[in-house]
């Protein structure tokens, strides 16, 4: 009888723990502004690191944290959201801000026509003011779109001066240039040229396919585009919870 509960214990904590990692610590959310539990069963922190009220990821809570260490007066700002996450960063912004417009692409409804609570909205061809905004936020959706130069010269049109569009996009190629990985085919489909790559997407269930992989000349590519200048924050406090991979937050400023 013994033997058997030491081999169901064992089995369960299998279950439990996939890759026999558990990390976990106390510290501030900066997402719910709570005194919370960290944990993360898995060592990939990016994805797995959560907060245990919100359940936001180490990204979301970077980003959260350098909007607050940036612009003291961000509850006054106008912001736009392109593609929100139902948590972490996102709904802080939404309950916060003073004017927030959050944004889907709905390529069959009318440009700047409201789909629920979300604005459709065409990030390489916004329907917004020029100079009418005072902050962009996007949260990993740079790296799914077919002419990113474009969304982020649509980007600085659409801000203030003295605005900033700030997000969050995966460096993946960390020791080359940026590379392209899929094209705009027929009927929107993608034309991948190098092996086919999808994220989550959480109003189209067939995800949204991976189009760039983003090296840090990044940087140079808004500057040729936007001409905006961007800063590059890599948080590691995990007083807030803030340790992963590949969690950069780009800050970019129109002068
Ligand atoms: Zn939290």
Redesign the pocket.
């Known amino acids: 009888m013994e033997e058997f509960v030491k081999k169901i214990k064992s089995i369960a904590l299998d279950y439990l723990l996939p890759d026999g990692f558990y990390y976990s610590l106390t510290g501030y959310?900066p997402?719910?502004d709570?005194e919370?539990k960290f944990q993360s069963y898995n060592s990939y922190l990016r994805n797995s690191f959560l907060?245990s009220?919100?359940?936001?990821i180490p990204r979301e809570?970077a980003l959260m944290f350098v909007i607050e260490r940036y612009f003291s007066n961000w509850r006054n700002f106008y912001v736009h959201e392109s593609s929100p996450s139902e948590r972490?960063a996102s709904i802080k912004l939404k309950r916060n801000v003073n004017k927030y417009v959050a944004s889907q692409y709905f390529t069959d409804k009318p440009l700047g026509s409201y789909v629920n609570d979300c604005q459709n909205q065409d990030l390489e061809n916004q329907t917004f003011d020029d100079e009418s905004l005072d902050l962009v936020v996007t949260q990993d959706v740079m790296e799914h779109l077919y002419d990113p130069g474009k969304a982020f010269a649509e980007i600085a049109r659409t801000l203030k001066k003295g605005g900033a569009h700030v997000f969050t996009v995966p460096i993946i190629n960390r020791h080359k240039p940026t590379e392209i990985w899929a094209v705009k085919g027929e009927d929107n489909n993608p034309v991948f040229l190098k092996t086919p790559e999808w994220h989550e997407n959480p109003v189209d269930l067939k995800g949204s396919p991976v189009t760039m992989h983003w090296g840090f000349d990044i940087v140079d590519f808004i500057k040729e585009k936007s001409g905006l200048n961007t800063t590059i924050e890599y948080l590691d406090m995990l007083e807030y919870g803030i340790r992963a991979e590949l969690i950069e937050v780009f800050i970019s400023i129109k002068e």
Not at 53 to 56: A, I, K, L, P, R
Request: charged share 15%.
């Open positions: 959310c997402c719910c709570k919370v907060c009220n919100c359940s936001s809570r972490g």
